[in-house]
């Protein structure tokens, strides 16, 4: 209850002010109390001198009516002759008289004579009164008498002796002790104590009542309060030998108190109305203070939920209005701070693109918010631009995320309504919906033409810009955004290394790559184990009809696995960097090789696979120098076969060391021509000696009319560049004789002879027969 500002502060002010105004109202009530007291006690004091006087008038009175009686003559003969009819008679009449006081006569011996009431008889127990009356005349005494406070008078009765007394007992409560009530102005209460002090005492403080009952003269007279009462006690003087008797007047504080009852209420009808209007007024005042404090209160629990609500200061003083203005900018604060974040997480830095975090947030929604069953499958292209690393050495860092942005730009106008984001620095995700995979892949097909029909403008530039795509769609290759993401980029890694355009994501490579680190392990040890080794196949010279060269192939035999392919190994050692043990254990086994050609006469050319990656390694001339120089080979007798992507990447360095290269005097050769990219004016500028025609064209040469075409005009182009032309992949006869004639410069092939050890290459040379396989040119 009291966790509510507003009641803490009402009750805070009904406590203030009744800690104020309680404290004024004891103070008057007790001023007022101690007023009535000592009217009281004045008016007790004066009524008990009253009383005293009271008293004497009484006795007076009694005093005469008793002498008269003692002088009448026929009550005095009546007397002397003890005649107690006529004694007694003359009592009652009396009696009737003074109002019901008892009247008795006693006869000299001290006895009661007569009574008037006819209740006594024997001695009359008061001798001593008896005896001043003799002697002084009426007398009047306070005296118990029959255990009763009373006041007797006492009239000597003379005939001409002493034949009696008359005597007057009248209670004294029922005489002056009445006449005192009827007096006084306070309604007083007149009581008589016959037995000693005690009862008089009771309530009475006990120090004072110790002290009142050791010292029977200080018993004056004492006036004290009890039980709700102020009393004044009197001690009475009495006859010495009755017990002594006081007077208590008791007059109720109360009674005296009522007058003041209209004062007493306006007071608290004061208090009470001054408290209501006090609790409302703080109560008002406070809620109004709690109202904006509590809509803050509000707007801090909703901005907790992610509402940025703003709080309006409707009440509130000036203190309010500037902290819910002061609230509101940090909210708004806090809200674009957000929105900042926000957008930095889901957007590239680099092009203000979506990213990936964003991509798939959106595709999480589509799959989500997709109809289940048959209907549009959602899709996504990761689609990489071709020679990005050229293209950005070329136009500069800045320039390419600008590339991107247009490419992006390009992508959603194609097909506005799908999500474009960037996936990695050279590709592109773009998440779209399709009916079937024969439908995305067509989507695709068709960006990738609108791509290669107009450059895409740089500035100044106009840039060429091809896409490799990889697909994956949800369901049939990923359950979720993050699988489909994945997914797509693996199928662009598997176009990119199948050098097609564009490709699905294929389950079985990815299921092959799971398998790809143990199998690097694997190899790092087989390395050391000695379980390579390296094949020859023999390079045919076409023009002097004899085996001129051999190409070194790698070979792995694993223990378990038995012959693993290099396809296979390969380009896992790429990745990793063991390719640089690798090629550096492939150059000096070949130069070793080559020697041992060299002592049993066949001084063969040798040929080693070269890698991107060594070729981008600054030291890699240097080490090829130095390794001929050790086995103490010819330069010229090594070629050094390059696949033109491995010279495009990083091509600054590239250029660099195939510079050294050729500077060396070492033969470098152009492998797989025809499956990259490479322009003819980019070959131009390579410092190159020799261009080796893929075997995917060699291969169906003596059956397909364009492959037959596309050879011979590479052969031209070839020679045209001042280059010798090698073909590989010849299987056939009628393939040979072909290349002959089209006067290409050496051929190689499973026709001439199979990948196989030096010691069957070296086997097969010294045979009488050389190489039964000859070209026809060279046969007629
Ligand atoms: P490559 O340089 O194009 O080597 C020629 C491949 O074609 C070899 O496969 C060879 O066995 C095969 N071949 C030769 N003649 C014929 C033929 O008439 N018909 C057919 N169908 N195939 C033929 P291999 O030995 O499996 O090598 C595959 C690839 O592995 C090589 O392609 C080369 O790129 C790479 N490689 C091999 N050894 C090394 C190496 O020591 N270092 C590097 N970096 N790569 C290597
Ligand atoms: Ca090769
Ligand atoms: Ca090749």
Same mark, same amino acid.
């Given at each position: 209850?009291?966790?509510?500002?507003?009641?803490?502060?009402?009750?805070?002010?009904?406590?203030?002010?009744?800690?104020?105004?309680?404290?004024?109202?004891?103070?008057?009530?007790?001023?007022?109390?101690?007023?009535?007291?000592?009217?009281?006690?004045?008016?007790?004091?004066?009524?008990?001198?009253?009383?005293?006087?009271?008293?004497?008038?009484?006795?007076?009175?009694?005093?005469?009516?008793?002498?008269?009686?003692?002088?009448?003559?026929?009550?005095?003969?009546? %007397?002397?002759?003890? !005649?107690?009819?006529?004694?007694?008679?003359?009592?009652?009449?009396?009696?009737?008289?003074?109002?019901?006081?008892?009247?008795?006569?006693?006869?000299?011996?001290?006895?009661?004579?007569?009574?008037?009431?006819?209740?006594?008889?024997?001695?009359?127990?008061?001798?001593?009164?008896?005896?001043?009356?003799?002697?002084?005349?009426?007398?009047?005494?306070?005296?118990?008498?029959?255990?009763?406070?009373?006041?007797?008078?006492?009239?000597?009765?003379?005939?001409?002796?002493?034949?009696?007394?008359?005597?007057?007992?009248?209670?004294?409560?029922?005489?002056?002790?009445?006449?005192?009530?009827?007096?006084?102005?306070?309604?007083?209460?007149?009581?008589?104590?016959?037995?000693?002090?005690?009862?008089?005492?009771?309530?009475?403080?006990?120090?004072?009542?110790?002290?009142?009952?050791?010292?029977?003269?200080?018993?004056?007279?004492?006036?004290?309060?009890?039980?709700?009462?102020?009393?004044?006690?009197?001690?009475?003087?009495?006859?010495?030998?009755?017990?002594?008797?006081?007077?208590?007047?008791?007059?109720?504080?109360?009674?005296?108190?009522?007058?003041?009852?209209?004062?007493?209420?306006?007071?608290?009808?004061?208090?009470?109305?001054?408290?209501?209007?006090?609790?409302? =007024?703080?109560?008002?005042?406070?809620?109004?203070?709690?109202?904006?404090?509590?809509?803050?209160?509000?707007?801090?629990?909703?901005?907790?939920?992610?509402?940025?609500?703003?709080?309006?200061?409707?009440?509130?003083?000036?203190?309010?209005?500037?902290?819910?203005?002061?609230?509101?900018?940090?909210?708004?604060?806090?809200?674009?701070?957000?929105?900042?974040?926000?957008?930095?997480?889901?957007?590239?830095?680099?092009?203000?693109?979506?990213?990936?975090?964003?991509?798939?947030?959106?595709?999480?929604?589509?799959?989500?918010?997709?109809?289940?069953?048959?209907?549009?499958?959602?899709?996504?292209?990761?689609? =990489?631009?071709?020679?990005? *690393?050229?293209?950005?050495?070329?136009?500069?860092?800045?320039?390419?995320?600008?590339?991107?942005?247009?490419?992006?730009?390009?992508?959603?106008?194609?097909?506005?309504?799908?999500?474009?984001?960037?996936?990695?620095?050279?590709?592109?995700?773009?998440?779209?919906?399709?009916?079937?995979?024969?439908?995305?892949?067509?989507?695709?097909?068709?960006?990738?033409?609108?791509?290669?029909?107009?450059?895409? *403008?740089?500035?100044?530039?106009?840039?060429?810009?091809?896409?490799?795509?990889?697909?994956?769609?949800?369901?049939?290759?990923?359950?979720?955004?993050?699988?489909?993401?994945?997914?797509?980029?693996?199928?662009?890694?598997?176009?990119?290394?199948?050098?097609?355009?564009?490709?699905?994501?294929?389950?079985?490579?990815?299921?092959?790559?799971?398998?790809?680190?143990?199998?690097?392990?694997?190899?790092?040890?087989?390395?050391?184990?000695?379980?390579?080794? %390296?094949?020859?196949?023999?390079?045919?010279?076409?023009?002097?009809?004899?085996?001129?060269?051999?190409?070194?192939?790698?070979?792995?035999?694993?223990?378990?696995?038995?012959?693993?392919?290099? !396809?296979?190994?390969?380009?896992?050692?790429?990745?990793?960097?063991?390719?640089?043990?690798?090629?550096?254990?492939?150059?000096?086994?070949?130069?070793?090789?080559?020697?041992?050609?060299?002592?049993?006469?066949? !001084?063969?050319?040798?040929?080693?696979?070269?890698?991107?990656?060594?070729?981008?390694?600054?030291?890699?001339?240097?080490?090829?120098?130095?390794?001929?120089?050790?086995?103490?080979?010819?330069?010229?007798?090594?070629?050094?076969?390059?696949?033109?992507?491995?010279?495009?990447?990083?091509?600054?360095?590239?250029?660099?060391?195939?510079?050294?290269?050729?500077?060396?005097?070492?033969?470098?050769?152009?492998?797989?021509?025809?499956?990259?990219?490479?322009?003819?004016?980019?070959?131009?500028?390579?410092?190159?000696?020799?261009?080796?025609?893929?075997?995917?064209?060699?291969?169906?040469?003596?059956?397909?009319?364009? !492959?037959?075409?596309?050879?011979?005009?590479?052969?031209?182009?070839?020679?045209?560049?001042?280059?010798?032309?090698?073909?590989?992949?010849?299987?056939?006869?009628?393939?040979?004789?072909?290349?002959?004639?089209?006067?290409?410069?050496?051929?190689?092939?499973?026709?001439?002879?199979?990948?196989?050890?030096?010691?069957?290459?070296?086997?097969?040379?010294?045979?009488?027969?050389?190489?039964?396989?000859?070209?026809?040119?060279?046969?007629?």
């Amino acid at each position: 209850m009291f966790r509510r500002l507003s009641t803490r502060i009402s009750t805070l002010y009904t406590v203030l002010f009744l800690a104020v105004f309680a404290p004024a109202v004891l103070l008057v009530y007790l001023v007022i109390l101690g007023e009535v007291k000592t009217t009281i006690r004045d008016e007790l004091a004066a009524n008990g001198g009253v009383f005293d006087r009271l008293l004497d008038a009484r006795a007076d009175q009694l005093k005469q009516s008793a002498d008269v009686l003692s002088r009448d003559f026929g009550f005095r003969e009546a %007397l002397a002759t003890r !005649d107690r009819a006529t004694v007694e008679s003359a009592l009652m009449n009396l009696t009737g008289r003074i109002g019901g006081t008892r009247a008795l006569v006693v006869g000299p011996d001290g006895d009661v004579i007569a009574d008037a009431s006819g209740v006594s008889d024997g001695g009359f127990p008061y001798p001593d009164i008896l005896r001043d009356a003799e002697d002084t005349g009426a007398t009047a005494e306070v005296a118990v008498l029959d255990g009763v406070p009373q006041l007797i008078v006492a009239s000597p009765v003379f005939a001409p002796t002493l034949q009696g007394w008359t005597v007057f007992a009248e209670p004294l409560a029922d005489g002056a002790a009445r006449e005192l009530a009827g007096l006084a102005p306070i309604a007083l209460r007149a009581q008589f104590q016959a037995d000693g002090m005690a009862g008089v005492m009771h309530g009475i403080p006990n120090s004072r009542a110790l002290r009142l009952l050791n010292d029977r003269t200080a018993l004056a007279e004492f006036v004290g309060e009890r039980g709700g009462e102020l009393v004044l006690i009197k001690s009475l003087d009495v006859s010495d030998s009755s017990p002594p008797v006081t007077l208590s007047l008791n007059y109720p504080i109360a009674a005296s108190l009522a007058r003041y009852r209209h004062l007493a209420a306006a007071v608290i009808g004061f208090a009470l109305a001054g408290m209501g209007a006090l609790m409302t =007024g703080s109560w008002l005042l406070s809620a109004g203070v709690t109202r904006p404090i509590r809509a803050l209160a509000d707007a801090v629990a909703r901005i907790q939920a992610g509402d940025y609500v703003q709080v309006e200061a409707k009440g509130g003083g000036e203190e309010v209005r500037g902290l819910a203005d002061g609230f509101n900018a940090m909210v708004e604060g806090i809200n674009s701070r957000e929105r900042r974040i926000t957008h930095l997480a889901l957007h590239d830095p680099d092009t203000g693109l979506a990213n990936r975090a964003a991509l798939q947030r959106h595709l999480t929604d589509m799959i989500e918010g997709a109809a289940p069953g048959p209907g549009e499958r959602i899709y996504l292209a990761a689609a =990489g631009v071709d020679r990005f *690393a050229t293209i950005r050495a070329a136009i500069g860092h800045g320039q390419a995320g600008v590339l991107m942005r247009e490419v992006a730009r390009k992508l959603e106008g194609l097909r506005p309504g799908d999500f474009v984001a960037r996936l990695s620095s050279s590709a592109l995700g773009v998440a779209f919906r399709a009916p079937d995979a024969a439908a995305a892949a067509a989507i695709v097909a068709q960006a990738r033409t609108a791509f290669e029909r107009d450059p895409i *403008a740089i500035g100044s530039n106009a840039v060429d810009i091809h896409l490799t795509v990889g697909l994956a769609g949800c369901p049939e290759h990923a359950e979720n955004a993050l699988q489909l993401v994945e997914r797509a980029q693996i199928a662009l890694d598997q176009a990119r290394a199948a050098t097609a355009g564009a490709a699905s994501f294929d389950p079985e490579s990815e299921r092959a790559t799971a398998g790809n680190l143990a199998l690097l392990s694997e190899l790092r040890r087989g390395l050391e184990l000695g379980e390579v080794a %390296l094949a020859h196949q023999p390079k045919l010279d076409l023009r002097k009809g004899e085996v001129t060269g051999v190409e070194c192939l790698l070979r792995w035999i694993h223990p378990v696995r038995g012959p693993v392919a290099p !396809d296979a190994f390969i380009p896992l050692a790429e990745e990793t960097g063991l390719i640089g043990a690798l090629t550096e254990w492939v150059l000096a086994r070949a130069l070793d090789d080559q020697r041992r050609y060299a002592k049993a006469g066949h !001084d063969l050319r040798i040929a080693v696979n070269i890698s991107a990656r060594s070729l981008a390694n600054p030291g890699f001339a240097d080490l090829v120098a130095s390794l001929l120089r050790s086995r103490n080979v010819e330069p010229e007798r090594l070629t050094l076969e390059i696949t033109e992507t491995a010279a495009m990447e990083r091509p600054d360095v590239a250029f660099a060391t195939l510079e050294k290269l050729q500077r060396l005097g070492v033969i470098l050769s152009i492998d797989d021509y025809g499956t990259g990219l490479s322009s003819l004016a980019y070959l131009k500028r390579l410092p190159v000696h020799e261009l080796k025609i893929d075997k995917s064209f060699v291969l169906n040469l003596s059956k397909d009319k364009n !492959d037959a075409v596309l050879v011979r005009s590479t052969i031209d182009l070839g020679h045209n560049l001042g280059l010798k032309v090698v073909a590989e992949g010849v299987e056939d006869q009628a393939s040979l004789e072909l290349l002959a004639l089209f006067g290409c410069d050496y051929a190689q092939g499973f026709h001439i002879g199979r990948p196989t050890t030096q010691d069957a290459v070296i086997k097969s040379l010294a045979s009488p027969e050389p190489m039964r396989l000859r070209p026809r040119r060279a046969a007629s």
